[in-house]
């Protein structure tokens, strides 16, 4: 018998155990094996790039890509993650320097590495080498990390922070971060995670959470982007619920950076309009606006919802029916109008949800002449609307007596899903015009 001479079998890059691991990733960051992708982040308002989150891609030449998942656990797994770090930012950021634009690069990094006294200085040394500036640099980092050794993260972040290296919560939502830490620590950006907003037109729920994380963040003065959108009917509901900022397939997958700089020729050079503070836009705060606004003007309000009960009501749309505004708020118009005057009011408000064409109506409330023009969304917005607001808006006519009042009762629709805003009529012309966004609900 001939003897057969083995065959050294390369190994896996995840299967190798510590040390062949090291010396494939050392071999790796040599030849280019490991490189920098760029995943735009863009602003919604003008659909240009106003940054790119940096992630780690290992492509084998003959096993393929590895996984990110994997990549990442291997390399915590054995304390590569630093050697990583210094890699991505100097490849990165030296690639970037010569790009168009004032866009920034977010780099993430865990928990293990916020706790190395050194890390600042890997940022400080990548920008000096590089040129690329710090204030246009950002670190991303996970709930999680804000569970391990609160005190000493909350004082590296602001360290960060006094650097000008903005900070940023990733993957909101799946971690354990309370309001007290949103509030106490540096983060000047909140992420989304991509779980609520994957099919976000297709869930409810998903609409309302991430309306309350939209909410929550602009509330606390951070840029809020949302992550994974892959269709344009997410992109419409973020527009709608005051989203400023998103990220995902739908705007360009992670890309080499030859790609990256194309895309920012493509779309177009952010300017400072793109990175200008984002106001609290939310429906939430757009509501709040509205009712106070109201609550100091001589018009009567009220919400109702789907069983007509009146969820929200000002005073003076309360003293119609002699109560107050506690009085009036979690009754249905069935407990506090009888006889005709129900019938009416509920036909009304039924023909509301029947018709998109004003119907006028007039009848008489503890001797008040009433007239009602109720109008709703076009047949289109409506099947796609799953609950509705009813505002009723009082008016005084001039040289007419105290008593005689007009109403005019407004359906909205409480589904951000609405694509077509509703016509109201207008209480002095009786002309339609189009309802401004905050009469949406959540």
Known sequence: MSAHTPVPVKPSIDTAGEAP????????????????????????????????????????????????????????????LDELLDALLLDACGAAIGWPGEF??????????????????????????????????????????????????????????????????????????????????????????RQFVSALDQSRSKRRFAAAMIGLGQSLGMT???????SKKEEAILRELGCHYVQGWLYGRPVQGEKAALMIVDRGRATSVDFAHARDVSPFQQVHQLASLYDQAPVGLCYLDMDFCHIRANRHFASLHNLSVEELEGRTIRDILQGETLEAAGDML?????????????????????????CVPSNRCRRRVDRSLCRVHRHRRAGQCPADTRERYELAPNNVRQATRPRLACPTSGLARTSPTEHRGQ
């Open 350 to 374: 039924d023909r509301c949800l029947e018709q998109s064409d004003p119907v006028r109506y007039v009848w008489t409330v503890g001797g008040r002449n009433v007239r009602a023009a109720p």
């Open 104 to 193: 920034k690069l977010a780099f993430n990094v865990s928990s293990s590495q916020l706790s190395d006294r050194h890390l600042r200085q890997r940022f400080i040394d990548a920008s000096h080498k590089t040129g690329f500036p710090l204030d246009r640099l950002e670190i991303e980092i996970t709930e999680t990390t804000l569970t391990v050794d609160a005190e000493r993260t909350l004082a590296e972040l602001q360290a960060f922070d006094m650097l000008g290296i903005a900070v940023a919560i990733d993957d909101f939502g799946t971690g354990y971060s309370s309001l007290s830490r949103l509030e106490a620590f540096p983060f000047k950006k909140l992420k989304i995670d």
């Open 21 to 80: 691991f090291r010396r494939l990733f050392k071999a790796a960051l040599t030849n280019g094996s490991i490189w920098p992708a760029f995943q735009p982040i863009v602003c919604l308002r003008s659909g240009r790039i106003t940054g790119f989150e940096v992630l780690a891609r290992w492509t084998d030449p003959t096993g393929g890509e590895l996984s990110p998942a994997i990549l990442v656990l291997r390399l915590e797994a054995f304390s590569l």
């Open 224 to 230: 809020v982007v949302a992550e994974g959108v892959e």
